[in-house]
């Protein structure tokens, strides 16, 4: 043997060279009614041993229905029609249910989404993850329990043994995610499919959750199929990615080539539609990608991202291309990609934002909205049988600020900060407890009820979720022309025009006036919904989580014309969200929340650089960001939010909080019996810690960008 | 330098159903050697080695040509495997000297790795030739001097400090008995940046050792 090949040979790679996974053409189609749907096709990508390959894409194009192929739950009526699974080098396509079972056994788990569909709500989750080992492997009971302990243990669970007593709903949503994770990894699995396990936590859940993730994959040297739809959490755990589009694979490369350099259309097109942290509207503009994802059962002839393709010519059209390899380990499915990347991209014309125009209309110094120590506070009944004193859920616990005419306040926070609770209590939903509400110079601290139809007019609502807001049996145009004939807006023989007046600002044109609810996408439908908030003309529109249920491309047009919109008429906003890069792009003024009080309030640019509260800094450290040439700093918060119904003496976020024994000389005890101060900065940026505001100045920026 | 960290997690492993015919293209496939067979819960039933898949010419002598088709094509991995009462294996926490005095003592290529009757790894000879070379740094450019000196001890330590007081760094270093001579010790480092003949200059100060090979690598 030379002495050249000698030094070639690897020594971390004589091991199998096996991929764990390997996906070759893989086609799976749904059998409905009216014909077969093909859901995938020509999906193609292996995962080596050891390796994290995430899987991103919007919704419906396929995603969960590779993942389900691969542990057979494809259901009744889904079946792979083409291609092949190799897992371990052994083929699982065409093989019986035992077979399958006796190949994959125990060797393949899978965590979803939510981890209560996950976790059965009757049993104690000792017995549920003991069954696990006693069930398959005849462990004993005893053993089996110490097992399942030491790997709660292992996922960083406080009090492992009191859990395993406990049931479900007794734990916390971030809990059970680590119990359901615990349990996936309890038979040492090859392969672990998680799809979106995080989407339904919180950001500063989610990043321990990751974090979590990332140590295991090394420690057990599992490999994991991550499935989610946010290119930052894929970018935290996973180093390879594939990027999908109406149930073809578009590009494939490691995650910080896509990021920098991704060669197909519809990747450069996601990379331009979500803001990143730091962007703000002034100076910079959302492109949202036109059109929506083609149905499988329609698809064009020839590349499937042709119709909303900024490059797409005709051979696009006609010729379908082939997912091939453009550079070493970079696939992408277009005919141009060499091309294309080189291009730097220009904004069609329509689209070019007029951020001047943003610019210039500040300088308002009429408050429309003053809030002073509101408070909502729920009854929650005694724990005593007989008598015993109410206690309360306080909610909004002693909140104070003010809205400036045609400003947006952002309001961000974990789930159960009483984000919601605050604006419910401003538009009448919710009764406050204590706290004076002036909108416009009127006091609107009385239920909506007793308002009278001017007020209600000036006040209105867009929902999170547009599929439960919108009225599924009456069409589009009667639900929006409902707030037009109530407020009288327009006299009556105007409804349907201004109706379409409506649909036009929302770029949907007449067709959808006699629609359905259900004929819409979900994009359409909150565009309808955010109609219907501004059909009367209202001075103050809150927004509750309006864009967080929709994807990334739409979630860009529905920002933009939230925008437009404001611009056009003038509206104030009261915009909650949990996407901190998204609070940052739209909003003038950010209150960051926590367990029903402001922590911080203040200009948006304020709240993302020192002087931070830390508990924003927390947060800021939590979010997934897809940029490697960002540098984040790591802080993840211990525990859970304590609950709302006794929540800490002093300041509420001593329990949590990571600084307050470094930066504070007597350890923080201060923290835990006095309630903080308010702290003004420059412009009206306030902070609520002990910490005096010298000290927090001090702070190191959480994300810095390294180039 | 335990077991756990330097086997293969995850092998590759066949259900005892599996026909002979299949397990030698999985194997031949894959290029492994060493197949453990596995019930439920990954439970170790037996392994296969690809000397487990040679057909016994005596047992085929009686058969005519058509028997052997069907006695071929009816074994089963189950029927030639190593049961697993006669498969030697290890646990995780041992180190791999002791893995690779288990592989010497039997003769065998391959130890399955157990974590409470469960198949966790494998761990193979080539696994611990691997760590053979981690351990002399091949991976890395040095010098790598071979000293015979005196079985006693505190040589090691002259001879180290000679490299130290060079400021040079050691990138391996290891020791056996000097082959047919018991009264001495070959100790073997490897030095990082450093010139040949300087590092043959400084040992060659070293009191009775002896410098029997050098090479730069």
Redesign the interface.
């Known amino acids: 043997m030379s002495a050249d090949l000698e030094w070639t040979t690897d020594m971390d790679d004589h091991g199998i060279k096996t991929p764990i996974l390997q996906v070759d053409d893989l086609a799976i189609s749904y059998e409905t009614r009216t014909g077969d749907v093909p859901a995938v096709r020509d999906v193609s990508f292996e995962i080596q041993r050891g390796e994290a390959h995430g899987i991103v894409g919007e919704s419906g194009c396929g995603k969960s229905t590779v993942a389900f192929g691969i542990v057979n739950f494809l259901g009744r009526n889904g079946r792979i029609v083409d291609g092949h699974i190799l897992f371990q080098g052994q083929d699982l396509v065409g093989r019986s249910q035992e077979e399958l079972r006796r190949i994959r056994g125990d060797r393949i788990a899978m965590v979803y989404q939510d981890p209560m569909q996950a976790l059965n709500p009757s049993m104690r989750l000792g017995d549920q993850m003991t069954e696990v080992l006693t069930v398959h492997r005849d462990v004993e009971q005893k053993k089996a329990e110490e097992k399942c302990i030491q790997m709660l243990e292992r996922v960083y669970m406080p009090d492992p043994a009191n859990v395993m007593r406990r049931y479900p709903h007794q734990i916390s949503g971030g809990q059970q995610q680590r119990v359901v994770i615990a349990m996936a990894l309890l038979n040492d699995p090859a392969l672990l499919i998680m799809d979106e396990p995080t989407t339904a936590l919180d950001v500063t859940v989610e990043a321990a959750v990751l974090d979590l993730i990332a140590e295991l994959q090394r420690d057990f040297d599992t490999a994991i199929m991550y499935i989610s739809h946010n290119l930052g959490v894929i970018a935290r755990v996973s180093t390879k990615v594939g990027v999908m589009y109406a149930g073809e694979l578009v590009e494939r490369a490691s995650v910080k080539d896509v990021y920098l350099k991704p060669y197909h259309p519809y990747t450069q097109g996601l990379m331009r539609c979500v803001p990143r942290l730091g962007m703000d509207k002034t100076s910079s503009y959302l492109y949202p990608i036109p059109g929506r994802v083609p149905s499988p059962k329609n698809l064009p002839a020839g590349c499937v991202y042709e119709p909303r393709c900024d490059y797409a010519r005709e051979e696009c059209r006609l010729k379908k291309p082939e997912l091939r390899e453009i550079e070493a380990d970079r696939w992408a499915r277009c005919h141009f990609a060499e091309e294309i990347a080189q291009v730097s991209w220009e904004p069609p014309a329509d689209l070019v934002p007029d951020l001047a125009a943003l610019e210039e209309r500040d300088e308002v110094t009429e408050t429309i909205l003053e809030i002073t120590n509101a408070k909502t506070y729920y009854e929650a009944p005694s724990k005593q049988l007989i008598g015993g004193e109410a206690q309360y859920v306080k909610a909004v616990d002693d909140v104070s600020f003010g809205v400036k005419k045609g400003q947006t306040l952002g309001i961000v926070g974990e789930s159960g900060c009483g984000k919601s609770t605050l604006v419910k209590t401003i538009i009448g939903m919710e009764e406050p407890t204590g706290g004076e509400f002036e909108f416009m110079g009127v006091d609107v601290s009385s239920p909506v009820s007793q308002r009278d139809l001017a007020l209600i007019q000036e006040l209105q609502m867009v929902f999170q979720n547009p599929d439960s807001t919108l009225n599924p049996s009456f069409t589009v145009g009667t639900q929006i022309g409902r707030p037009l004939r109530r407020f009288k807006t327009v006299p009556g023989d105007q409804v349907r025009a201004e109706v379409v007046r409506l649909l036009e600002m929302m770029r949907l044109n007449e067709s959808y006036y006699n629609r359905l609810p259900r004929q819409l996408s979900g994009g359409e439908k909150q565009r309808v919904g955010i109609a219907r908030a501004i059909a009367g003309r209202p001075e103050l529109v809150l927004c509750d989580e309006p864009v967080s249920a929709l994807d990334v491309s739409v979630q860009a047009a529905v920002l933009n014309l939230l925008l437009e919109i404001q611009e056009e008429i003038g509206t104030t906003m009261i915009f909650i969200a949990h996407d901190l890069s998204v609070v940052r792009f739209f909003c003038d003024v950010i209150g960051v929340m926590y367990l029903g009080q402001f922590a911080e309030i203040g200009p948006a640019e304020a709240i993302y650089a020192p002087p931070y509260h830390p508990y924003t800094e927390a947060l800021l450290s939590a979010v997934p960001i897809p940029d490697p040439s960002v540098e984040q700093k790591h802080i993840r918060l211990s525990g859970n939010v304590p609950s709302a119904l006794n929540p800490p003496g002093g300041c509420r976020f001593h329990t949590r909080c990571p600084r307050r024994t470094e930066m504070l000389s007597d350890g923080g005890t201060i923290c835990e019996t006095e309630v903080p101060p308010e702290r003004t900065a420059e412009d009206g940026h306030r902070i609520f810690c002990h910490i005096p505001l010298e000290d927090l100045r001090q702070m190191e920026p959480v994300v810095t960008t390294t180039e | 330098m335990l077991v756990k960290d330097y086997m ?6 066949a ?1 005892p ?1 599996m026909s002979i015919v299949e397990a030698q293209r ?1 194997m031949g ?4 050697r060493h197949l453990p067979v ?1 019930g ?4 170790l039933l037996g392994l296969v080695t690809r000397q487990s898949l040679l057909v016994d010419p005596g047992r085929l002598g009686s058969l005519d040509i058509w028997e052997i088709a069907g006695y071929l094509s009816d074994l089963t991995v189950k029927d030639v495997m190593v049961k697993a009462d006669a498969v030697v294996t290890v646990e995780q926490g041992v180190t791999i000297e002791e893995a690779a005095r288990i592989m010497v003592g039997k003769k065998i290529g391959c130890l399955p790795v157990l974590g ?3 198949v ?1 790894g494998i761990i193979t000879e ?2 611990l ?2 760590q053979l ?2 351990l002399m740094a ?2 890395e450019a040095g010098v790598r001097v071979t000293v015979r000196q005196p079985n006693r001890t505190g040589e090691l330590a002259k001879m180290v400090s000679a490299i130290a007081a060079q400021g040079w760094g050691i990138l391996a270093c290891g020791g056996a008995p000097a082959p047919k001579d018991p009264t001495k010790w070959d100790a073997v480092v490897k030095i990082r940046n450093a010139p040949r003949e300087e590092v043959v200059a400084a040992l060659e100060t070293v009191e009775d050792q002896e410098i029997v090979d050098v090479r730069e690598v």
């Open positions: 293969t997690r995850h092998p590759l492993m259900e159903t999985y496939e894959n290029d492994i596995v439920d819960g990954k439970r409470e009757g469960i966790v080539i696994d030739l691997a070379m981690k091949t991976q």
